[in-house]
């Protein structure tokens, strides 16, 4: 499969990359439990278990902010945060099956 390179004009890509810097300022936060070498080491499913994992967490931090029906959220960052880790792991999860050779 080739990827196409992204259209200047895209109106998605600047939300994409400042999510993938999201994503890496998560992963060097955590770079001294392993980095790369370590997740293509883990089974897929286990990274996938994870990742669900993770999902729960955003989850629960939208429902410990709700007022009134209403998603209530101070610090909006947080919340990407949040949403970086279940992104990571499902980046992991995709590397690891096919072996480090990701599209």
């Given amino acids: 499969m080739n990827i196409p390179e992204p ?3 895209s109106p998605t890509w600047p ?5 993938a810097k999201l994503m890496e300022m998560k992963l060097s936060q955590n770079r001294h439990k392993g980095d790369r070498e370590a997740w293509l080491k883990d089974c897929s ?5 994870r990742m669900l994992d ?4 955003a989850g629960e931090f939208i429902s410990n ?5 209403r998603f209530i959220i101070a610090f909006p ?3 990407s ?3 970086a880790d279940v ?3 499902a980046m992991m999860a995709a590397d690891s099956a096919t072996k480090g050779k990701l599209l």
């Fill in 15 to 19: 939300t994409v990359l400042r999510f």
């Fill in 45 to 49: 499913w286990k990274l996938i278990d």
């Fill in 7 to 9: 259209q200047p004009d």
């Fill in 65 to 69: 902010r709700m007022k009134k029906g």
């Fill in 77 to 79: 960052n947080d919340f």
């Fill in 87 to 89: 992104a990571n792991f």
């Fill in 54 to 57: 993770e999902a729960e967490e």
């Fill in 81 to 83: 945060l949040e949403c």
